[in-house]
Structures are given as C-alpha cells and as structure tokens.
C-alpha cells in the first residue's frame, strides 16, 4: 500500500532562518511521483514540485530546495532564509507511475514569524 | 478567470439536507477529482472521473454521489448531510496526455459546515 508520512504537524521558525520539511513515502512500485502542494492560509492548494522516481537530481529553485533520496525514501523540502509569506501548511503527495490516484500527507504546518 | 472554479466557497447546512457541490474547469482536462481535506489527514478522494462515461469511487466515497455532466463539469452531491461531513471540499483535474501528466490542478475550495 502506498503511504506518505509527513511527522512534523507544525513548525515555527523566525524569518530568514532556514527550515527542513520532512517527507518519508512507501510505495512497492518502481515508476512513482511525488509532489509538493502549499496551501496559504487562504486555502487554495498551490503546487510546487513534481518529481519522478528516475530523477535524484536535487532542485533548486530561488529559495526552495528539493531532497530526493530513494535509499531513504524521503522528498525533504528546505525553505532558505524563510520570510513571512512562506507561513502555510505544505503537503507531500504520492502518485504511482500506472495509476491515477494521489496520497497526501497529513501536511506540515509552518510559521514563519517577523 | 481561474481555471477551476468551485461553488459555492462556504456553505452551512443542517443534517439531513441534500447538498451539491459544483466543479468547472476551462483547462480542457478529461480526468476530474473530489478530494475531502480535515485538519491532520490531508487530502483524501472521494470520486474521480477519466471522462463523462467514467466515474469511479476513491477512498472515502460513502454518502457521497457525483455527476459528470460534461467534460467541464463535476458535481458532488451529499445526499442526507451529516456533521462529521464537515470539512474542506477540493475539485481537482489533470491531464494524462500533457506536459505535466501527472500534475492535478485545485479548484479554490468549498468549505462546508453541517449543523
């Protein structure tokens, strides 16, 4: 069965400190997805990332930065120099390579205070 | 104009009545979702749809019923509303055959309040 754990429930940082939002998967196939989706206190659920099982590469992009380790199964997300804005709850999700169906983690809630 | 549109945003009913949730996307995407989200369980389905002939139950599907009306549209009906029905109500869609097939794409959310 497919599983994604997301341990941190909320996380309080002051702004422009770095932060680590852990994301740990089960899953026996071999082709999967995994994603990362924010949702700001406003609700919509914004997508980030989305990367395939093929791909370790880490991405980077401005300030947010993607850690995908097979070996571990874990897509950890870090947030460089946090600002207020980043304050939202932010998903991890899995999706197998034949199927259609998404599991989402329970979500991290992160605050960023000034 | 956004791509996925909800109605209606908040809706506070009382056990027992019939509610419908309307989903319509301009995207042109053949695969359409319900998701529910409660506070400390993310996202679950509920329903998901590849096209207008295709309906399939997710996870969570009791007390809940779906119409596809059209390729751009994608309702989710409670038929007896119950409380623990209450909770954040996400349509989604994607695309197999785009760039990103894998991506889905949220509508803004309904917020649903049963009494």
């Known amino acids: 069965a497919q599983k994604v754990t997301q341990a941190q429930t909320e996380i309080s940082v002051v702004e422009k400190e770095d932060v680590t939002l852990d994301c740990v998967y089960e899953?026996?196939?071999?082709?999967?997805?995994l994603f990362w989706y924010k949702q700001p206190p406003s609700g919509e659920l914004v997508f980030l990332i989305r990367?395939?099982?093929?791909?370790?590469q880490n991405e980077i992009s401005g300030r947010y930065s993607w850690n995908f380790q097979k070996s571990t199964s874990s897509f950890n997300f870090t947030i460089t120099a946090s600002q207020v804005v980043d304050s939202a709850v932010y998903f991890c999700?899995?999706?197998?390579?034949?199927?259609?169906?998404?599991?989402f983690g329970a979500g991290t809630r992160l605050f960023v205070k000034a | 104009d956004a791509d996925v549109t909800q109605t209606p945003r908040n809706r506070i009913t009382k056990t027992g009545k019939r509610i419908m949730l309307e989903c319509s996307q301009t995207?042109?995407?053949?695969?359409m979702y319900w998701y529910r989200q409660d506070p400390g369980l993310g996202l679950r389905l509920i329903y998901y749809?590849?096209?207008?002939?295709?309906?399939n139950k997710g996870e969570i599907s009791d007390g809940y019923s779906v119409s596809r009306q059209a390729q751009a549209k994608f309702s989710l009906s409670l038929e007896s509303a119950i409380p623990n029905q209450t909770a954040l109500y996400f349509c989604?869609?994607?695309?197999?055959?785009?760039?990103?097939?894998?991506?889905?794409?949220f509508g803004p959310g309904t917020r649903l309040t049963v009494l």
């Open positions: 989604a869609t994607s695309d197999p055959g785009g760039r990103n097939p894998d991506e889905q794409f």
């Open positions: 899953t026996r196939d071999t082709t999967y997805y």
């Open positions: 990367r395939n099982s093929f791909d370790e």
């Open positions: 999700a899995l999706r197998d390579g034949g199927g259609f169906k998404t599991i």
């Open positions: 995207k042109g995407h053949d695969r």
């Open positions: 749809s590849f096209d207008v002939k295709d309906i």
